[in-house]
């Protein structure tokens, strides 16, 4: 089976744009969470999807969204952008007990 | 409410010497256990995990972890470490009736030649 993919893998932003990431998830898999990972906070819980609900979520602000469709391929979306919003965007999918995680977008925000 | 520990944030070892890399977590009930590699510049790969049953588990690479209830720990092992295992390591926990992942720091295995 194909792994977890994420578009794009590489990006850069300004202060005060927003972006759109993409993620699909392995063949099978209904649930996909977002991680952000930074040097500073390490990985922190965004959200979770499972058949195109958001199952839980964690303590970021309503800038942080995403959505899932029905054929289990998410994205999250964050709006005006910070500098600190600077990180590796993590999905992964989970199958049975176990979470798979995508190769990361890297977002730069200037 | 649960969280995990990782007690190094960097461990040295030569090459071909066994190492330990150690993680500890706080749960009132039953937990999943987890570690997971990070390579320079990439996701995370699970290295194993502890689900229920034999508290030594076996994963890829060499490396096996042992849980202990009564510590409420799960240290991470390998008998001969090479150069190719430098990179982060995460242990993880989730509640086995929730599946959000908490994590610790990470620990940076450094591998000296």
């Known amino acids: 089976k194909a792994g977890v993919t994420q578009t794009p893998r590489y990006l850069i932003k300004t202060r005060g744009q927003q972006v759109t990431l993409s993620c699909s998830p392995i063949s099978g898999h209904r649930s996909v969470s977002w991680y952000q990972q930074t040097p500073g906070q390490g990985l922190q819980f965004l959200f979770e999807?499972?058949?195109?609900?958001?199952?839980n979520k964690g303590n970021f602000p309503g800038r942080f969204s995403g959505r899932q469709f029905s054929n289990s391929r998410s994205e999250m979306n964050v709006s005006t952008l910070e500098l600190g919003d600077s990180a590796l965007y993590l999905c992964?999918?989970?199958?049975?007990?176990?979470?798979?995680f995508g190769p990361g977008t890297r977002l730069t925000v200037l | 409410a649960q969280s995990v520990t990782q007690l190094d944030s960097q461990v040295p070892v030569f090459e071909e010497a066994p190492v330990e890399l150690r993680c500890n977590y706080s749960?009132?009930?039953?937990?999943?256990l987890f570690w997971y590699v990070q390579y320079p510049n990439q996701g995370l790969q699970l290295l194993l995990k502890y689900l229920s049953g034999s508290t030594l588990v076996k994963g890829i690479n060499g490396f096996e972890a042992e849980f202990n209830k009564s510590q409420t720990s799960f240290h991470l092992r390998k008998p001969s470490v090479h150069i190719s295992d430098t990179a982060e390591y995460f242990c993880?926990?989730?509640?086995?009736?929730?599946?959000?992942?908490?994590w610790g720091a990470g620990t940076k295995l450094i591998i000296k030649p």
């Open positions: 992964a999918s989970r199958g049975a007990d176990t979470q798979y």
């Open positions: 999807y499972f058949s195109e609900t958001q199952r």
């Open positions: 749960s009132s009930v039953s937990v999943y």
């Open positions: 993880a926990v989730t509640l086995d009736s929730n599946y959000q992942l908490i």
